[in-house]
């Protein structure tokens, strides 16, 4: 019992020195901007004790140099102090308050789920360094199938990620943290994880390489997001096309319904290249669907006349196929 008081009061005296030590490096950097050399060094001297003395009380709780460094910036939320201001940091299971699925690895080398044993694989696998990369959507696209909602950028946001996981030697690896209702609700961010022991090299290499990993867009070639953005809208319209659900959700009014999206949240140069691969898909879609009900048609009309049977039907030319009267239609 006693001992438990002891771990509870060193827990809320260490949170509250993490909290003053925050509050003096914020000082500390207000009055460099201000240019007044003297009060930041005696400020900077300040906070170098209250760091001293939060590691003291870390070393006593069983947390070494690199934990407590992560416990700074996780309060913190980003890696200003590293250089590297456009990145975010936080704990692995502290993404959002109710985490449905969290996959660590290409293969899903460690994947938890809601339920069973969340608890001790969160205090585990969840205390995790976790700098995300990327945020996808699921969208009420379809009826019966998730869809997911990609921005421009979230290839080139994929390939930073496995850029710095390929130069990590094996400490960082790719990991998606999700959190559902329902897959028509769905909220999927992406980016690496590491321990706390490995996190100065990957944010050493991050800040050397930082326009060819850091995961912001002032850092992304327009070029290249328009080339995946190509390639986005290609694997949307296959899915669309693959897509079997209720009869009145037809390629030619899911292409439409998705378009209307897009029209909503695309800057200019991604929308005119996406309402022009769109109307020549909806115009195939639709020429498509006409083809369909026409055959659907003729082949209802061969069977009321194959009912009729005896001699007449049998004397009848065999009709080939639909498509010469769409082609005809077309004009082909």
């Known amino acids: 019992m006693e001992q438990n008081a002891q771990t509870d009061n060193l827990e809320k005296r260490y949170q509250k020195l993490l909290e003053e030590y925050l509050d003096l490096w914020r000082e500390v950097r207000k009055a460099e901007q201000e240019g007044d050399a003297g009060f930041t060094r005696?400020?900077?001297?300040?906070?170098?004790?209250?760091?001293?003395?939060l590691l003291e009380v870390g070393m006593r709780m069983g947390r070494g140099y690199d934990e407590v460094m992560f416990d700074i910036l996780a309060r913190e939320g980003n890696?200003?102090?590293?250089?590297?201001?456009?990145?975010k940091i936080m704990r692995a299971g502290e993404v959002f308050p109710q985490i449905t699925q969290l996959i660590i690895g290409d293969n899903g080398e460690e994947e938890m789920y809601f339920g069973a044993f969340q608890r001790e694989w969160m205090?585990?696998?969840?205390?995790?360094?976790?700098i995300p990369f990327g945020v996808r959507k699921g969208w009420?696209?379809?009826?019966?199938?998730?869809?997911?909602?990609r921005d421009p950028g979230d290839k080139e946001r994929v390939r930073r990620a496995y850029k710095v996981i390929q130069n990590s030697e094996g400490k960082a690896k790719f990991t998606s943290v999700i959190s559902s209702r329902s897959f028509h609700n769905e909220v999927e961010i992406f980016g690496i994880?590491?321990?706390p022991s490995e996190m100065e090299r990957i944010f050493t290499y991050m800040r050397m390489h930082k326009h060819e990993v850091v995961p912001s867009e002032k850092f992304f070639a327009e070029e290249q997001l328009l080339k995946d953005w190509k390639e986005i809208i290609k694997e949307d319209i296959e899915k669309?096309?693959?897509y079997r659900g209720n009869t009145w959700e037809t390629p030619e009014?899911?292409?439409?319904?998705?378009?209307d999206v897009y029209k909503g949240r695309l800057r200019h140069q991604f929308l005119s290249i996406t309402k022009e691969i769109f109307a020549k898909e909806i115009e195939r879609a639709h020429e498509a669907e006409i083809e369909a009900r026409v055959e659907d048609e003729m082949r209802e009309r061969d069977?009321?006349?194959?009912?009729?049977?005896?001699?007449?039907?049998d004397n009848k030319p065999s009709r080939e196929t639909m498509s010469r009267t769409v082609q005809q239609r077309r004009g082909k």
Do not use: S
Request: net charge negative; with cysteine; charged share 25%.
């Open 303 to 313: 069977r009321l006349l194959e009912q009729v049977g005896g001699e007449e039907w």
């Open 193 to 195: 994880t590491c321990l």
């Open 253 to 259: 009014y899911v292409l439409n319904r998705l378009l």
């Open 140 to 149: 009420h696209l379809f009826d019966y199938q998730e869809f997911i909602q």
């Open 123 to 130: 205090q585990a696998v969840g205390q995790r360094v976790f």
């Open 79 to 87: 890696l200003k102090e590293y250089g590297l201001p456009e990145c």
């Open 240 to 242: 669309i096309y693959a």
């Open 42 to 53: 005696m400020l900077d001297e300040e906070r170098h004790a209250k760091h001293v003395e």
